[in-house]
């Protein structure tokens, strides 16, 4: 069983930065994929960044040049760097690992609130 705690979210001005962690707990979690989904009130969920075990990192276009996504293998935990907020932004952030034999997991999420 994998469980994931994400901590760093809040409430930040327009131009701000917020760095997101997420801690996964058990065994065997540096040989997937782990990344950052996000959803906004009315709108569909987001990818916003994924890291393989490999390091190769994706983000989606809007975020892309603002945010990083990092992990430290050694302590199973991801993080989202992410600078230049905009209120577009704003959104509650979850944590997952993909693709585990037991499938998919997810994080409870943490709110970012980009606003001045």
């Known amino acids: 069983q994998v469980q994931l705690v994400e901590t760093g979210g809040g409430l930040v001005q327009p131009g701000g930065s917020l760095t997101l962690s997420c801690a996964a707990s058990g065994s065997g979690i540096s040989i997937y994929t782990m990344g950052w989904y996000r959803q906004a009130p009315g709108k569909q969920r987001e990818l916003v960044a994924a890291?393989?075990?490999?390091?190769?990192?994706n983000y989606a276009d809007s975020v892309k040049g603002r945010f990083t996504i990092s992990r430290v293998y050694a302590k199973n935990t991801v993080y989202l760097q992410m600078k230049s907020l905009k209120p577009e932004d704003t959104a509650g952030y979850y944590c997952f690992i993909r693709d585990t034999p037991q499938g998919d997991y997810w994080g409870q999420g943490t709110q970012v609130t980009v606003s001045s």
């Open positions: 890291i393989t075990s490999g390091g190769s990192t």
